[in-house]
């Protein structure tokens, strides 16, 4: 695949699904997922399927609810256990401490570091920063209430990975999963 200034780039942000409520016995770096939050990432999942959306790179949090989401979406994906493998080729999956309660500069430069010839990426994160950073790309037609838990925002662009910033990502869809 040869890079070029016209060839289409497609980003996925997606929100992690819903967590347990915090306590004070752990961090919360270390939340899990609800029972909700599970069926709601596999029925991401299996949107993103639905709609062809099969990332070639995953950059995911590293927190505990970030890293379950993309394994149930990963489920949703496929329709089996992660480790039969995806539909087709695997993802290069990367967990990202510095998603973690990121801000959208941080999750920009976390995109710009994606190999030019990378066509899809699927980046799971937390709000603030995944909604600010879906803002940034499309201030005109980002929703101004951000995105939900299991929310996704489909962005479109031509620009290469290392040139992407304000305005330059176009949303093309968005959906909230919901199991």
């Known amino acids: 695949m040869t890079d070029s200034p016209h060839h289409e780039r497609t980003l996925v942000l997606l929100r992690h699904a819903k967590a347990e409520q915090p306590t004070s016995d752990r961090p919360d770096v270390e939340r899990p997922l609800a029972t909700r939050g599970r069926a709601d ?3 991401a999942g299996a949107w993103l399927a639905r709609h062809g959306l099969l990332p070639d790179v995953v950059l995911c949090s590293a927190a505990v609810r970030t890293r379950q989401t993309w394994h149930a979406a990963q489920l949703g994906i496929t329709g089996s256990p992660p480790e ?3 539909a087709g080729p695997a993802p290069a999956v ?11 500069e941080d999750l920009l430069h976390l ?6 010839t990378t066509a899809t990426v699927l980046l ?7 909604s600010l950073l879906s803002e940034l790309l499309d201030p005109v037609r980002a ?11 489909v962005h479109r662009t031509a620009v290469p990975w290392a040139e992407l910033g304000r305005g330059t990502a176009g949303i093309a869809t968005r959906h909230t999963a919901r199991g």
């Open 41 to 43: 990432a596999a029925a």
């Open 84 to 86: 039969n493998g995806p």
């Open 94 to 104: 990367s967990y990202e401490p510095d998603a973690y309660e990121a801000h959208p």
């Open 111 to 116: 995109i710009r570091q994606v190999r030019p």
């Open 124 to 130: 799971i994160a937390h709000n603030p920063g995944i």
């Open 143 to 153: 929703d101004p209430e951000g995105l939900r838990t299991g929310g996704l925002v």
